[in-house]
């Protein structure tokens, strides 16, 4: 899926929604419920949507997004400080990765599984080239467009641990932390304080920004593969 997009669309699903502390749960919902409230979906424009719906898994409400030849995400709106919760916690799945998906490359820029996590770094302490792709975006989508973004991957070919930068956006960091190994439910605890650093340390020597919302779903647009994920609970924790 189109990093940029999503950075502008994230703002515009969510932008007129209050910011809340914590995404809300999936578990506590019933199948076949609307999304609990803090989640919408985002969509593109000209791009097919994923089936997104609340499913029961070993009696537990999950969300699971099926996207045929398909871009989407769940969005959440956040205002969360990392300094006092750095940790985001999940469990997720997929039923296949894609055989032709590429993360080095435009035509290949898609994943069974993603997660976002959209990071408020000032306009002004960006590098002048991002920061003047900054101005002329906000001046298009908004002031609370998000100027930063982590997206961890269950990706087809590269090992655990593997990150690089979008191929369409350099405000977007792709890491993986799956590498095929289908079927099962895994589970993820990332330091985004940490990871953050990692990723834009050497242009922001500031305190770590505020989290400012998550995306989930999957993205088949670019190959014209299928693929369904499943996504549990999303949880900030302290750090232990």
Avoid at 180 to 190: D, M
Avoid at 204 to 228: K, L
């Amino acid at each position: 899926m189109r990093a940029a997009a999503v950075l502008a669309a994230a703002f515009l699903a969510v932008a007129a929604q209050p910011a809340m502390a914590d995404p809300a749960p999936f578990s506590r919902a019933r199948p076949g419920a609307p999304l609990p409230a803090g989640w919408r979906p985002l969509t593109l424009p000209r791009v097919a949507a994923p089936e997104v719906a609340l499913v029961d898994d070993a009696g537990v409400t999950v969300l699971r997004s099926r996207a045929a030849a398909a871009a989407g995400t769940v969005t959440h709106d956040l205002d969360a400080d990392p300094a006092a919760r750095p940790t985001l916690a999940w469990r997720w799945k997929v039923d296949r990765v894609l055989a032709r998906a590429n993360l080095a490359e435009k035509g290949g820029d898609d994943f069974a599984a993603r997660v976002y996590v959209f990071f408020d770094v000032p306009v002004e302490a960006l590098p002048l080239g991002a920061r003047v792709k900054a101005v002329l975006a906000r001046a298009v989508w908004g002031e609370k467009l998000p100027t930063a973004a982590i997206c961890y991957v269950w990706d087809n070919r590269h090992e655990p641990g593997t990150s690089a930068w979008n191929p369409y956006t350099d405000r977007v960091r792709t890491v993986v932390l799956r590498s095929a190994s289908p079927g099962a439910w895994a589970g993820e605890s990332r330091d985004l304080a940490a990871d953050f650093r990692a990723a834009f340390g050497s242009q922001w020597a500031g305190p770590v920004p505020r989290v400012t919302g998550i995306a989930i779903g999957n993205d088949t647009d670019q190959t014209g593969e299928s693929a369904t994920a499943w996504f549990g609970d999303f949880r900030l924790e302290a750090r232990r």
